[in-house]
């Protein structure tokens, strides 16, 4: 397929996130056994960041109610086409860890501390798994809705002693050559917006890679020559947000459209590639109880899913893993009679909760307020319910308190309103301790146990490949 028609393709039924029927989908995947035992040449490594069993189920429910039809990544579990098992992503210094800390521990085979990117307890750096592959031969990107320098991505990589020196990533991944890198992050590379004022991209341009920065550079990108593209300044806008607004649509490329991209442009190397792909809001929505956040990125992640197997599935030396690195505010839908309205009210959702609380104005009134959130969410609030919420944003000058900083929006209040007519509930607005999800299709997955500690999944990459 040329990757002009898939963005055509992809955008269409991408607003549903459903290819062909799921199940006929899910049925021509079937592989014998006899190829899962082979050695895999390439790894597209997927993480859904900050994904709870809730959101995976939220997501599957909601394709059943609205389209009849289940999410790609549950689909291959109904059709028994994956190894499927939990993992424990404890890190070294806390049985709830972080994306930097479990990153770390597939990347690197050890448990790290929170926050630090495959440095052991000795200040030591370890080598990581993308640059074990490089000295392998094969070719390496990774893909991600948040900034390419975020700790899931660099967990792959490089070494850190800590996941907030992004600028300084933007540099290790130049020095280990990274073949590909697409996601957000521009001000870790704009000498505008760098501390250092150093030009990054300049750096990457006269090292040979193609510098790319919206959907249209993107699909105009030839194969064969390192590719960085970036799409947003920080993170890429939220899928809900996205699809509900041309301009980014027009200008920012799907999770979907990067991963075909991707793939296209790592295939053709002789020893094979590896790819991680991140999708990497589903946290950040989680950490807002976010719903609409939560739910279209899970579906713009399980979209990218179906991209993956189908390449995977022709390609026949590819392991695709599944998985996401910790749990995160754990939401779910709570009994009551009117839980499958309640439920079905998301599909009138055509705006995030971050969307709505960083557009309201401490001069807006209540009425505003309330036409705001009917506009975004499809219902009315009460008087009361509007009140609370601009209380939040009157008596203070709206910058001053840096009042537009996530940490200081309304954003528990607006998710405890939505909950009467959602029926979803959170238990907080952090990661979670729970064992987690993982699948595996392709050449390598009979090596997956029903239980494994994070670690195992270094050796298992390498071994499934042969390598090492
Ligand atoms: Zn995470």
């Known amino acids: 397929m040329k990757r002009r028609d898939f963005f055509k393709y992809g955008s269409l039924l991408s607003l549903f996130g459903l290819g062909s029927s799921s199940s006929a989908w899910a049925l021509d995947l079937a592989e014998p056994l006899a190829s899962k035992k082979k050695r895999a040449k390439n790894i597209i490594f997927m993480v859904s960041d900050g994904m709870s069993t809730g959101t995976l189920n939220m997501a599957d429910l909601y394709l059943q109610r609205q389209f009849g039809q289940g999410s790609n990544w549950l689909n291959l579990y109904r059709n028994n086409l994956v190894t499927r098992g939990l993992m424990d992503m404890a890190s070294a210094s806390s049985i709830v860890t972080d994306s930097s800390a479990a990153s770390s521990s597939w990347g690197c085979g050890q448990r790290v501390k929170n926050g630090v990117l495959n440095v052991d307890a000795n200040g030591n750096e370890l080598t990581t798994i993308w640059q074990k592959f490089k000295n392998g031969g094969k070719k390496a990107g990774c893909v991600t809705s948040v900034p390419v320098t975020h700790a899931t991505p660099a967990g792959f990589c490089i070494s850190a002693t800590s996941r907030n020196t992004q600028e300084e990533i933007a540099q290790k991944y130049l020095v280990m050559g990274m073949d590909l890198l697409l996601g957000g992050g521009d001000k870790f590379f704009n000498p505008e917006k760098r501390s250092d004022k150093q030009d990054m991209y300049k750096k990457y341009h006269n090292a040979g890679y193609q510098i790319v920065k919206n959907r249209t550079e993107l699909s105009?990108?030839?194969?064969?020559?390192?590719?960085?593209?970036?799409?947003?300044?920080?993170?890429?806008?939220y899928w809900l947000d996205h699809k509900t607004d041309t301009e980014l649509e027009n200008s920012v490329p799907t999770l979907a459209a990067m991963t075909a991209v991707a793939i296209d442009h790592l295939k053709g190397s002789k020893e094979g590639f590896v790819l991680q792909i991140e999708g990497g809001k589903v946290d950040w929505a989680a950490h807002a109880n976010d719903i609409g956040g939560l739910l279209f990125d899970q579906l713009a992640f399980d979209e990218a899913i179906k991209v993956a197997i189908d390449f995977a599935a022709k390609d026949k030396e590819t392991l695709v893993i599944i998985c996401t690195d910790h749990g995160n505010a754990n939401p779910g839908l709570i009994y009551g009679s009117q839980v499958n309205e309640n439920f079905d009210n998301l599909h009138k959702f055509q705006k995030t909760n971050d969307w709505i609380l960083q557009s309201i104005l401490p001069t807006h009134t209540t009425a505003d307020i309330q036409q705001r959130i009917f506009n975004a969410n499809g219902f009315e609030i009460s008087t009361e319910e509007a009140q609370k919420l601009l209380g939040f944003y009157t008596g203070l000058q709206a910058e001053e308190a840096g009042l537009y900083n996530y940490k200081n929006l309304p954003f528990s209040?607006?998710?405890?309103?939505?909950?009467?007519?959602?029926?979803?509930?959170?238990?907080?607005?952090?990661?979670?301790?729970?064992?987690?999800?993982?699948?595996?299709?392709?050449?390598?997955?009979?090596?997956?146990?029903?239980?494994?500690?994070?670690?195992?999944?270094?050796?298992?990459?390498?071994?499934?490949?042969?390598?090492?």
């Open 220 to 237: 105009g990108s030839v194969s064969g020559k390192p590719l960085l593209g970036t799409f947003g300044d920080d993170a890429l806008p």
């Open 413 to 468: 209040a607006l998710a405890d309103i939505q909950k009467k007519r959602t029926s979803v509930g959170w238990i907080s607005m952090n990661h979670s301790g729970d064992f987690v999800e993982i699948a595996m299709y392709g050449p390598g997955s009979h090596l997956h146990k029903p239980f494994i500690k994070n670690t195992e999944l270094h050796t298992l990459m390498l071994k499934a490949c042969g390598v090492g």
